[in-house]
């Protein structure tokens, strides 16, 4: 079998302790992972938790059911296979000089980017999108120089009413 | 009434049913030992190192059904749990531990005696508590026995700052759980089961593998039910021995690394596995990807993340097994299954595993059988870690449930002496015999000062080779016998037993083993025989690491009788 990235989606009780739960579980099974973005959810005390794992699927279902057994963890799903939409955000602060600057501030328009912060040597850029749009993005802005770049790892969510 | 958190914690503990308590006291846990004189009904078995109570309540639980409870102080308390907990963790056992910890001010600024255990305890419990608020706790007690005690059982820590012990607040025991994140599937899926039943009512040549959940899980009668109606010989894992009758016709004993030879063999030309209530661990299967090449596989284990783990499997029953057995008996046919049954009576004649080889020397598979005799079955075994664990789980016949008490998973030496107290005091009535290896037992040999002190009545056999047995064996066979560190020098244990007022006997010959273990059995306390034995005896059979089961080698009955035979 391969290894290719799944990413799962898990409902996890807002308590002390829980992410370091679910990281401490991928390192003592030797799991990879790849992204983990955590934030509220709709339920009140539980967050969801996107994970990026990289693993055939036999090892990545192992690990969605050692992951749902965590008494914190309510519900893991693997939806990899699902039609689903992800988002990614990055912050990208890229060398800007006088003479740079307009063409960059072109190709941000083109990715409907946003420029969220100027400063006589940088522009600093806000991007959302799947991994593809923000590697495209990062690709172009490197031959200017990237000064520092911060991403969130992907947030993810099944297409269509069912939840 | 407000009730202080220490009030509470035995309030609860009483509410949970717990009698005995296994610990040793410090600073941060003198908060709730000065509350345990209000509180007579539960015993506290005063040990002498935290893992002796560990050990201890792990014991105590596998005889009971119950959690056991222990008790240690911050620090070095809690980490001197650590190996205890890990072994109750890998073998299912339910545990409570329950740790002190420095007062709330100064947790996290690297107070005396302060440890993350929480932290340190995430991968060897099946949940933890770090309790911050006096009016969290009584619920914190309730989920942990519940989490403790139900689906797959393990240990679950709870650590208790000692302000907390006593902060005061009103006490309510809940009578509700909310754990929105823990299920326990009990019932196996019914197409699954008929899925199943089809395989079985379909196998020629069936094997089950019984493990501990047939144990843990209480369903003896359905299992032998269950064998029987379809004649299935049953294969064990090591901590599957006690959970089927070893007398009976179909029982093949233990299989893996040093099974016997009819049960690697039935396994290895299995044309169908039904494995109940265990985990394909190495030690059991040997090497996998050659493992039962022909079998398609049944899994039933309460444990969903435990289905394909480590071998895949063609139907996965999730449920309790006493449930699913139930299930899965109206749905088999009767067989007899002649033909494999021959086959498997074949092997059993052709290889000698259980016989015990000719030889003036003291050889341990005597001492054990001797036990064995001496009972009749009628005892719990507890052993160490090691050749002694191997010799009583092959050479002793595990007729009465639950009988059989050994660490399998962590598998670490010294476990003998205090499991052996917990099963004592957890099933009083009942003759306890503790094997131990002479490495082992000195790992924790302290313990006999809790025993003498708590008038605890085990009977413990030394298997004194005066090595490092298991390990020698390994450099014997796969070392050039390069005994590299593994000859001991040890004291008199004869001595050390008269040191801690405990009577016993030193055994050199074959001829002095029956008497003595008739003395140990007629001494109304604890008893220690130290038996000299063959210093270089092996173990057999033996599957050679990374071949398959059926790569065993064993010596033959010539070698075992010489010309006699």
């Known amino acids: 079998m391969t290894d290719t990235k799944h990413t799962l989606v898990a409902l996890v009780e807002d308590k002390p302790g829980v992410l370091n739960r679910v990281a401490s579980l991928f390192r003592r099974r030797s799991f990879n992972i790849e992204s983990l973005a955590v934030g509220g959810s709709e339920h009140p005390g539980l967050s969801r938790m996107t994970i990026v794992a990289i693993g055939d699927s036999a090892q990545v279902e192992q690990v969605r059911k050692q992951l749902e057994k965590l008494i914190n963890v309510v519900k893991v799903s693997d939806i990899t296979e699902e039609d689903m939409v992800t988002r990614e955000l990055a912050l990208i602060k890229v060398k800007a000089t006088a003479s740079t600057r307009s063409e960059i501030m072109q190709i941000v328009n083109i990715f409907r980017a946003n420029i969220v912060d100027v400063s006589p040597g940088s522009l600093t850029v806000e991007v ?15 031959d200017f120089g990237v000064k520092e770049v911060s991403r969130t790892g992907r947030i993810a969510l099944t297409r269509g009413s069912s939840s | 009434m407000k009730k202080t958190g220490a009030q509470i914690l035995c309030e609860s503990l009483i509410k949970e049913g717990v009698e005995v308590i296994f610990g040793i006291l410090g600073g941060a846990v003198l908060p709730l030992y000065d509350t345990f004189p209000q509180y007579p009904q539960l015993r506290h078995i005063l040990v002498r190192h935290e893992q002796g109570a560990a050990h201890a309540a792990d014991g105590y639980a596998r005889a009971t059904h119950k959690a056991g409870v222990c008790v240690a102080t911050s620090g ?27 007062a709330r001010p100064v947790i996290g600024k690297d107070a005396f005696q302060e440890t993350d255990i929480t932290g340190i305890t995430i991968p060897i419990t099946k949940h933890n508590y770090l309790v911050t608020d006096v009016a969290e706790l009584a619920k914190t007690v309730k989920e942990a026995f519940h989490i403790a005690q139900t689906g797959r059982p393990g240990p679950v820590l709870i650590d208790i700052p000692r302000d907390v012990q006593q902060e005061q607040t009103d006490f309510v025991y809940p009578d509700k759980i909310d754990l929105p994140g823990y299920k326990v599937i009990s019932r196996g899926h019914p197409a699954q089961i008929k899925k199943a039943a089809k395989l079985i009512n379909e196998a020629e040549q069936p094997v089950i593998i019984a493990g501990r959940g047939i144990i843990i899980s209480q369903a003896y009668d359905e299992f032998k039910e269950f064998a029987e109606k379809a004649q299935l010989p049953v294969a064990h894992t090591l901590l599957g021995l006690g959970s089927f009758p070893g007398n009976h016709i179909l029982d093949l004993g233990m299989m893996g690394m040093h099974g016997t030879g009819c049960a690697n063999m039935a396994v290895q030309n299995a044309d169908l596995l039904i494995a109940i209530g265990m985990r394909f661990d190495d030690r059991a299967t040997a090497n996998t990807t050659e493992f039962a090449p022909n079998a398609r596989i049944i899994h039933i284990d309460i444990d969903p993340a435990e289905i394909g783990k480590n071998v895949p499997v063609d139907i996965p029953v999730v449920g309790d097994i006493k449930s699913v057995l139930t299930a899965l ?48 079955g009628n005892a719990l075994v507890v052993t160490g870690v090691g050749q002694n664990q191997m010799f009583a789980a092959r050479y002793f016949t595990y007729t009465k449930p639950n009988s059989f008490i050994s660490a399998g998973g962590l598998a670490p030496m010294g476990f003998e002496l205090p499991a052996a107290m917990g099963v004592k005091i957890g099933r009083p009535e009942e003759l306890v015999w503790c094997v131990a290896g002479d490495g082992g ?9 809790t025993i003498t002190q708590e008038n605890i009545a085990v009977k413990i056999a030394i298997m004194n080779n005066g090595y490092l047995g298991m390990v020698r064996q390994w450099q014997e066979l796969f070392y050039g016998r390069r005994y590299v560190d593994t000859k001991l020098w040890n004291p008199d244990f004869i001595k050390i037993a008269e040191a801690y007022d405990i009577s016993g006997v030193r055994v050199k010959h074959r001829e002095e083993v029956i008497p003595a273990i008739q003395k140990a059995m007629e001494s109304p306390g604890a008893f220690l025989i130290d038996f000299l034995i063959e210093p270089e005896e092996n173990i057999y059979p033996i599957v050679p690491p990374g071949e398959s089961l059926a790569r065993f080698f064993e010596p033959s009955r010539t070698e075992l009788w010489g010309e006699k035979f």
């Open chain 1, 128 to 142: 959302t999108g799947d991994e593809g749009k923000v590697n495209s993005l990062l690709g172009l802005l490197r």
């Open chain 2, 76 to 102: 070095p308390g809690a980490t001197n749990l650590v190996t205890g907990i890990a072994c109750a963790y890998m073998d299912s056992a339910p545990m409570i531990a329950i740790t002190g910890q420095v």
């Open chain 2, 329 to 376: 008996n109206k749905e088999i046919e009767r067989r007899e299954h002649v033909d494999w049954l021959s086959q498997i009576e074949q092997w059993r004649y052709e290889y000698p595993s259980l016989e015990i080889r000719q030889s003036d020397e003291l050889l341990p598979q005597y001492i054990i059988h001797q036990i064995y005799e001496a009972t009749q």
């Open chain 2, 441 to 449: 037992f000195q790992m924790t040999i302290q313990e006999l000062a």
